[in-house]
């Protein structure tokens, strides 16, 4: 796949863009990705085709997915790390909700102490059941109907 007017490949253009993102010259990506500045110069100017482990390094080094670097997709990350983000987030939020579940049972069962229900909440209003089964005063007053 080719970049409008530049001959280069999507790696080629890819590499050049990552590197100067990072602010770094060519000597020092090339440092750090283990290779000669010349090497680097030839990948980045699409001069030289890169072996597979390169472009891992590559990847690795820049966290990109491996389809970013070739090209065959604008995400930058790959599908799994983005799904990985998405479940942290759902289960940060779901512990959110036990940790608000579980204060607002408790001023729950102070307000019904404090009103003088409390026999009802003991008795079924979050009995973890689920059945339906708890009666309230709220029931027993419909039930003698």
């Known amino acids: 796949m080719?970049?409008?007017s530049d001959d280069r490949s999507r790696?080629?253009?890819n590499?050049?863009?990552?590197?100067?993102?990072?602010?770094l010259s060519q000597r020092q990506a090339a440092r750090e990705l283990g290779v000669s500045q010349a090497l680097l110069s030839h990948y980045e100017t699409d001069a030289r085709e890169p072996k597979l482990d390169f472009v891992l390094k590559v990847c690795?080094?820049?966290d990109v997915s491996a389809d970013y670097i070739l090209g065959r997709t604008h995400e930058r990350e790959d599908g799994a790390s983005r799904l990985a983000e998405k479940v942290g987030i759902i289960v940060d939020s779901l512990e959110d909700l036990k940790l608000t579940e579980a204060s607002l049972m408790s001023k729950l069962k102070t307000l019904t102490v404090k009103n003088g229900l409390n026999n009802g909440f003991s008795n079924g209003y979050h009995n973890g059941s689920g059945n339906?089964?708890?009666t309230g005063p709220d029931t027993k007053q419909n039930n003698k109907s």
Not at 15 to 23: H, P, Q, S, T, Y
């Open 2 to 4: 080719q970049n409008g």
């Open 60 to 62: 690795d080094y820049y």
């Open 11 to 13: 790696f080629a253009v």
């Open 132 to 134: 339906g089964s708890s």
């Open 15 to 23: 590499l050049g863009r990552l590197r100067r993102e990072k602010g």
